[in-house]
C-alpha cells in the first residue's frame, strides 16, 4: 500500500483554496479597517417613502468579504464531496471525510427537517434565523453523531486500543505494514507513541465526553435549581446557610478539589459512593415536588403519576448507585444495595468519581445562577398574583418563577456543557480518574504532547476536537441568547 | 464600611477553616495515609508495618486532635523510639526530645514538614509562589490591557466589523482551554516540524532567567484564556454605556465621537469590568497550575500537583490555605472596589 498523501489526486484543488483564503483574510483586514476610516453611507430618503443608500465603497468591501467567503465555503463542500466520492485516492482529507459520511447525512437530515418546520418549533426553530446559532449548533452536532456513531463502529477505522507494531509515531496516512483482510489498510492521523491510531481514538473520545457532559451538566442543574429556587424565595437563614456553602465549594481551586476527590485511593475509600448517593437524590425530590405541587389537588391523577415516576426513577438512582449489590464496598465495611439481577447498569468506579465530581464542581455556580434569577423574579406581579390566589411555595418557584427564569437558563446550560467539556479535558490532561489507555481527549492530549517537540500529528487532533466542540457551544449558546431576547 | 470588612474577615476565617478541615479529613482517610506511608517508608511495606510506621509518627490521633495539632491548638505528638530517635508531628529529621517544641501549628508560625521536598513547607510556599508571583504579574500586564481594549473597541460600536470580528475573537479565546492552546502554541512555535523555532517549550530556564523567548508563550497562554470573558464583559457594559441617555446628550450637542468614548463613556463601562477582573484570579490560579505542568515553571501549580501527587499533607494544606486567601482576598477587593467606583451603591 502506498503512504497517502493530504489530498491525493484532488490536489488541484489546493491552489484555488490558497487563493480564496487570501482573498478572504485580505477582505477582511479591508471590511474592518474600511469601518473605521470610511464616512457612513449616505442615506436617501425617496419622494415614495423609500430610503436607499448610495453604493459607496463599503458595499464593496462587503460585497468583497461575502464573496470571498462563499468561495471558500464552496471550496471546502467540493473537497468534501470529492472526498466522499473517491475516498482514499482523494488523499487524507478524501478518506476522512468519507469516514465521517454517516455523520453528513445525519447533519444534512437534521437541518432539512428543521428548517422546513422551524416556525413550529419554538425557540429551537428560532435558532435557525441566527447563522452563529446555526454554525455553533452544526458543531455541536456534528461532535454528538460522532459519538454517537462512532459508539455504533461506524466512523472508527481501527481498534482504539490496539497496537499495531511499526506504526509507532507514524505520520497522518501511513499504511499498515501487513493489513489483515477487511482491516482498514491505513493510519489516517498517524500512530500515537502506544501505536494505536490517532483517528479512532478521537472518535471514541467524543462518545466519552458526548455521554458525560451533557449528563452530568443536567445533574448540576438539578441541584443547583432544587436548592436555589428556595434560598432567592424565602431568603433569611436558609439562604445565608446554602449561600455560604455554596461560596465554600467556589473557593475551592478546582484541581486542587479534583486532586483530593479523583484519585484511587478516594475511591477505595467510599467517598465519591456517598457523593453519588447524596447528589442523585436532587433530581427525585425535583421531579416529586414538580409534579406534586402541580396535580395535588386532584389526587386521583397526582397519586398513580407520582408512584409511576418516583418508582423508575428511584430504580434508575439504586442502580446508579450500586454496583454488584453494594452501595458502598471498602474493605472495612459494605452496605448492601439493589441486588444484581435487579442492577440495570453498572457504572465503573472511575467513571462514577469523575461524574460526581464534575457535578460537584458545577453545581454551586447553578445555584448562584438560579438564587440570583430567583430573587428578581419573586418582585414580579405574577408573583404577587399567585401569592393571592393562595398557591404553595413550591409551585410558585417551580411553575411561576422557573418557567419564567428559561432563558438565561438554557444559556447557562450550553456554556456550562462546554465548561464541563473542559474540565473533563483537564481531568484527562492530570491523568486523574478515567483509566489511562482510555481514548478520551484530555488523557491523549497529555501523552501527545510529551513528545510535542519532535511529533506533532497525536496530540492536534484531540485539541482541535475540544476547541471546535467547546466553540460550538458557545456559538450555540451566543444564538440562542440572541434569539430569546427577540422575544 | 469598617463593620462590613471586619465581618467580611470573620467569613473569611470561617471559610478558610472549613476548607482546610475538609482538606485535612480527605487526606487523612487511610488508603491515602497508606500512600504516604509507602511512598515515605518502602514499597513493599507490610499492612502492619505501615500501621506501626503511621502509629508512630502520630498519623493513626483522631482527626480532630490531628487538626489541632496543625492549627497549634493541641500540644504536638511525640514518641521516643527504643534506638532514641524521635518521631511525631512537630520533629525534623535529626532533631532531640529537647529542642523538639511542644506546639506546632499554624498560629505558631510553622507551617509543617514536607515530606515529598523533604524541606519547611513555609520556606517551599515562599519560593514557589514567588515563581508564580512572577508569572501572574506578566499574565495580568498582558491580559487586563489587551482585554480591555478589545473589548472597549467592539463595544463601542454595537453590530459594526471592528465589533464583529473582536467578538468572534474573544469567542474563541474563551473556548481554548489553556491545555489545549498551550500545545497548540507549541506544536506551531517551537517543534522542528513546523520549523517555526521563535520559542522554547519549556519554561523551566525561565526561573532564574526570564526572557522573551522562554516565558513569552506560558504567560500568552493563560492570558488569552482569561481575556476573552473579561473582553466580552468589557463589550457588553460598553454597548450598554453607550446606549445610555447622557451620551446621546454628548452627542446630540456636538461631541466628537473619540471624545465621548474617552471622556464620557470609559469610567462607567469599566465599573463592571473591574470585579470580573477580580473574580477571574481563581480561573487564573487554576490556568496557572496547567500553564506550568505543561510548561514544566516550577511554580505554585507545580508544587501543588507534586504535593496531591504524593499526599503531603501539610504542603497541601499550605497550598489550599494560600489559595482560599487568594480567592477570599480578591472577592474582598471587588466588592469594596465596586463600591468606591459606583457612588450609586451604599454598603450600610
Known amino acids: ?487 | 464600611m469598617g463593620l462590613f470588612i471586619l465581618r467580611r474577615f470573620g467569613v473569611m476565617l470561617l471559610t478558610a477553616l472549613c476548607l482546610t478541615f475538609v482538606v485535612f479529613f480527605l487526606t487523612n482517610l487511610y488508603p491515602n495515609l497508606e500512600k504516604l506511608a509507602k511512598t515515605q517508608g518502602n514499597q513493599r511495606m507490610s499492612d502492619e508495618q505501615v500501621e506501626t510506621w503511621l502509629e508512630n509518627r502520630g498519623y493513626l490521633q483522631p482527626t480532630l486532635i490531628k487538626y489541632g495539632q496543625w492549627l497549634g491548638v493541641m500540644p504536638g505528638y511525640q514518641k521516643v523510639q527504643e534506638d532514641g530517635q524521635v518521631l511525631g508531628t512537630c520533629t525534623r529529621p535529626g532533631s532531640t526530645a529537647d529542642n523538639t517544641p511542644r506546639f506546632c501549628g499554624v498560629l505558631q508560625g510553622d507551617w509543617g514538614y514536607s515530606s515529598v521536598f523533604k524541606d519547611e513547607v513555609g520556606s517551599i510556599v515562599a519560593k514557589r509562589l514567588g515563581n508564580t508571583g512572577f508569572l501572574m504579574l506578566c499574565v495580568l500586564v498582558l491580559m487586563v490591557p489587551s482585554a480591555l481594549i478589545v473589548g472597549v473597541l467592539a463595544g463601542m460600536r454595537e453590530g459594526s466589523a471592528l465589533d464583529r470580528s473582536l467578538s468572534t475573537f474573544s469567542i474563541i479565546t474563551t473556548a481554548t482551554p489553556e491545555y489545549v492552546s498551550g500545545v497548540i502554541f507549541i506544536a506551531i512555535f517551537t517543534s522542528s516540524t513546523v520549523g517555526l523555532k521563535w520559542f522554547k517549550g519549556t519554561a523551566t530556564q525561565a526561573m532564574d532567567n526570564p526572557t522573551f523567548e522562554n516565558f513569552f508563550l506560558p504567560v500568552l497562554t493563560i492570558a488569552l484564556y482569561g481575556m476573552g470573558y473579561i473582553a466580552r464583559m468589557t463589550r457588553a457594559s460598553m454597548t450598554e454605556v453607550m446606549t445610555a441617555q447622557y451620551i446621546r446628550t454628548a452627542r446630540l450637542k456636538g461631541v466628537s465621537f473619540p471624545n465621548i468614548v474617552m471622556k464620557h463613556a470609559l469610567r462607567n463601562a469599566l465599573i463592571a469590568p473591574f470585579t470580573v477582573i477580580m473574580l477571574q484570579f481563581p480561573w487564573l490560579l487554576n490556568g496557572v497550575v496547567i500553564v506550568e505542568t505543561l510548561f514544566n515553571y516550577k511554580g505554585f501549580g507545580w508544587a501543588l500537583v507534586q504535593a496531591a501527587g504524593n499526599n503531603d499533607i501539610q504542603l497541601l494544606l499550605a497550598i489550599s490555605v494560600v489559595s482560599v486567601f487568594v480567592v477570599l482576598v480578591t472577592q474582598l477587593i471587588s466588592d469594596i472596589g465596586y463600591v468606591y467606583l459606583n457612588p450609586r451603591i451604599r454598603i450600610s
Request: aromatic content about 12%; glycine content about 10%.
Open chain 1, 1 to 487: 500500500m502506498e503512504p497517502l498523501t493530504w489530498t491525493g489526486s484532488i490536489a488541484f484543488l489546493n491552489p484555488l483554496l490558497m487563493v480564496a483564503l487570501a482573498a478572504l483574510i485580505l477582505s477582511i483586514v479591508i471590511w474592518i479597517v474600511g469601518s473605521i476610516v470610511l464616512p457612513e453611507e449616505q442615506v436617501t430618503v425617496n419622494p415614495d417613502g423609500t430610503i436607499t443608500s448610495s453604493s459607496g465603497v463599503r458595499n464593496l468591501t462587503n460585497l468583497a468579504l461575502r464573496y470571498s467567503f462563499l468561495a471558500c465555503v464552496a471550496l471546502a463542500v467540493g473537497y468534501l464531496v470529492l472526498g466522499i466520492l473517491m475516498g482514499t485516492s482523494a488523499g487524507i482529507v478524501g478518506a476522512i471525510s468519507q469516514q465521517f459520511l454517516p455523520v453528513w447525512m445525519a447533519l444534512i437530515i437534521m437541518f432539512a427537517m428543521s428548517i422546513a418546520y422551524k416556525r413550529r418549533l419554538g425557540l429551537y426553530g428560532k435558532l435557525y434565523d441566527s447563522p452563529i446559532g446555526m454554525i455553533g449548533f452544526g458543531l455541536v452536532m456534528f461532535w454528538v453523531f460522532t459519538g454517537i456513531f462512532g459508539a455504533l463502529d461506524l466512523i472508527v477505522t481501527q481498534d482504539p486500543l490496539a497496537q499495531v507494531s511499526g506504526m509507532k509515531n507514524k505520520v497522518p496516512g501511513t499504511p499498515l505494514p501487513s493489513p489483515e483482510d477487511g482491516q482498514y489498510a491505513w493510519y489516517l492521523l498517524g500512530g500515537d507513541n502506544l501505536a494505536r491510531d490517532v483517528f479512532s481514538r478521537m472518535v471514541k473520545g467524543a462518545w466519552i465526553v458526548v455521554q458525560i457532559a451533557p449528563l452530568a451538566t443536567m445533574f448540576a442543574f438539578m441541584v443547583g435549581i432544587t436548592l436555589g429556587l428556595p434560598a432567592g424565595y424565602y431568603g433569611g437563614r436558609l439562604d445565608t446557610f446554602l449561600s455560604f456553602l455554596a461560596n465554600l465549594i467556589l473557593a475551592f481551586p478546582v484541581i486542587l478539589l479534583f486532586y483530593l476527590l479523583v484519585t484511587p485511593e478516594i475511591v477505595a475509600t467510599g467517598v465519591p459512593n456517598y457523593m453519588a448517593a447524596v447528589l442523585f437524590v436532587f433530581p427525585i425530590l425535583f421531579l416529586t415536588v414538580l409534579l406534586n405541587s402541580r396535580y395535588y389537588t386532584r389526587p386521583s391523577f397526582r397519586t398513580p403519576l407520582l408512584i409511576g415516576v418516583l418508582g423508575v426513577t428511584v430504580w434508575l438512582y439504586l442502580s446508579l448507585i450500586s454496583t454488584n449489590g453494594y452501595v458502598i464496598n471498602t474493605d472495612d465495611y459494605s452496605i448492601w444495595g439493589l441486588p444484581t439481577y435487579l442492577d440495570l447498569f453498572d457504572v465503573p468506579g472511575g467513571i462514577l468519581v469523575v461524574f460526581v465530581s464534575v457535578v460537584f464542581v458545577n453545581s454551586p455556580t447553578v445555584f448562584r445562577i438560579v438564587r440570583g434569577l430567583a430573587l428578581d423574579i419573586k418582585t414580579r406581579d405574577y408573583v404577587a398574583a399567585a401569592q393571592t390566589r393562595g398557591e404553595g411555595p413550591w409551585y410558585i418557584m417551580l411553575w411561576e418563577i422557573l418557567p419564567n427564569a428559561r432563558g438565561p437558563l438554557i444559556v447557562d446550560f450550553c456554556l456550562r456543557i462546554g465548561y464541563t467539556t473542559i474540565l473533563l479535558g483537564t481531568l484527562g490532561f492530570f491523568g486523574l480518574g478515567l483509566p489511562p489507555e482510555s481514548p478520551d481527549w484530555g488523557s491523549t492530549i497529555n501523552e501527545g504532547r510529551k513528545l510535542l517537540s519532535i511529533y506533532l500529528h497525536p496530540a492536534l487532533p484531540p485539541a482541535f476536537a475540544l476547541l471546535s466542540l467547546v466553540l460550538g457551544l458557545n456559538l450555540l449558546a451566543d444564538g440562542l441568547r440572541e434569539e430569546s431576547l427577540k422575544d
